[in-house]
């Protein structure tokens, strides 16, 4: 069965910049040997980054989130050091679920990442949805959302629909 590991937006912006946190500065070892273990096994790996352009601010998201961030190029958009591994796939998404995941053949998937209560419960939900009969996953070790309350309401709704939490 093909494992996929999908590494949702561990970019420079949700770590340490713009809307960095501790929680996530902590997660990084583990999503670190998360990537080195299915890398090890010679799993599939997909990296996610949330992409923005300079005129996010006047986006309808941007309106509700006036903070500029993992805007295309710059080094906050960028995937934290020591975490992509060369031939990976990376998928630029411009808002919270990418909407393409029907144009993968996904038969066991684990997500890992930020924020979940935001870009990675929205993934791991399309995912389930779009296939229902896969074995669909999340570390919630390997996550942090913007505040530990919403992390753990995110983690009990991906629950209540079905998808596997670990950690």
Known sequence: MKRTL????????????????????????RVREKIRQYA?????????????????????EGKKLPVKHCIRGSVGWQIADGLYIDGCRVI?????????????????VE???LCTDICVVSNALIIKATFPDARVSVDASCCAGVTPESHDAAITTMKMCQIEVLG
């Open 6 to 29: 999908i590494v949702v937006d561990m970019q420079n912006d949700f770590i340490s910049m713009a809307l960095g946190t501790a929680e996530a500065v902590a997660i990084l070892p």
């Open 40 to 60: 090890e096994r010679g799993d599939e790996i997909i990296f996610t980054r949330d992409t923005h352009g300079e005129d996010y601010l006047d986006t309808p």
């Open 111 to 113: 997500l890992v990442g």
């Open 92 to 108: 630029d998404k411009p808002n919270f679920g990418w909407t393409g995941w029907a144009d993968l053949k996904i038969e066991q």
